[in-house]
């Protein structure tokens, strides 16, 4: 697939399922961040440019660099890199942006992810971000796909929290839905999940539950409860999804068999991929996987320029 002009990558990051609203937020964070922008440097000091870039590179000098793997993983950000180059290129006219793997496709090691042709400034100006960004979004992708493996061939799926990278999480959950994992709820609004502290304040599972529901008639509640002997509880006032924490795979078989008739069961607590199909031969729906976000390696990727 190649790229042209901005509006042509908008319209690949909408055909991915991300708001290139939101994403092009991101980049320009980014890049006032790394040009020494707001809250870098006090308003009125510093070049705003990339000063190496400047100083070496002649202003209207164009190249051709590849996005290319440095290790084996699962691709996700294609998009997002190229809506980078996109947006770096503008000042200085568009750039030729050519998408040779898509998002969710395994790679290995040197095959080329994208290539892009454009104003030399620009492309290294943007190098940095692109990077980061994809290969943070590829390191939560080869982690999700790593328990979506583990678990093949059960009807337990990977499931991701809010353990995010704040302001990035838009991107992370992409990068677990890409490569076969699903999203939790994206932020506090959208569900109640009600958890320990919760349940000490409001004084019980049940109570916690009630609160919940009676302030908001029709919202998703999960509860998350640590004893098999709440489950019971919670079910009797109507609860249809509930978090198993930190309970052995012996507790969680017994509820599950007991009620996975009418309630949604996910675990948590520390699972690891050796734990992945123990876990899921307690019949549980989902696993809750924060590590697949805050503690997943970068895919390591780099820009190559082509001589």
């Not at 994992?181 to 959208?190: E, I, P, Q, S, T």
Request: with cysteine; glycine share 10%.
């Amino acid at each position: 697939m190649k790229f042209r002009t901005r509006s042509e990558v908008i319209e690949l990051i909408k055909a991915s399922g991300l708001d290139p609203d939101a994403v092009f937020m991101i980049i320009d964070e980014a890049l006032d961040e790394d040009l020494g922008g707001r809250g870098v440097l006090p308003a009125g000091t510093g070049h705003r440019v990339d000063v190496t870039s400047e100083a070496t590179i002649a202003a209207d000098a164009r190249a051709t660099a590849r996005l290319v793997a440095r290790s084996a993983g699962v691709l996700a950000g294609g998009p997002v890199a190229a809506a980078v180059f996109a947006r770096v290129c503008e000042p200085a006219g568009n750039c030729e942006i050519e998408l040779s793997r898509g998002d969710g496709d395994r790679v290995t090691r040197d095959d080329v992810v994208l290539t892009v042709t454009g104003n030399t400034r620009a492309l290294l100006t943007g190098e940095r971000i692109a990077l980061n960004l994809i290969t943070l979004m590829s390191g939560v992708a080869t982690a999700t796909r790593a328990w979506v493996d583990a678990l093949a061939g059960t009807s337990t799926r990977v499931r991701d929290t809010r353990k995010t990278v704040p302001g990035l999480r838009t991107l992370q959950k992409y990068a677990v839905r890409v490569a076969g994992g699903v999203n939790h709820r994206k932020c506090l609004a959208d569900a109640a999940l009600i958890k320990d502290n919760h349940v000490i304040a409001a004084g019980g599972v049940v109570p916690a539950f009630q609160a919940v529901r009676n302030r908001y008639p029709g919202l998703p509640i999960q509860v998350e409860v640590t004893r098999p002997e709440q489950v019971a509880e919670l079910v009797a006032v109507g609860a249809k999804e509930i978090l198993l924490d930190n309970m052995s795979p012996d507790a969680m078989r017994e509820v599950v068999a007991e009620f996975g008739d009418v309630v949604v069961f996910e675990a948590s607590g520390g699972l690891t991929l050796t734990d992945a199909k123990a876990v899921a031969a307690t019949g549980v729906d989902f696993v809750a996987v924060g590590a697949i976000t805050h503690s997943a390696p970068i895919l390591d990727l780099a820009l190559d320029f082509v001589e």
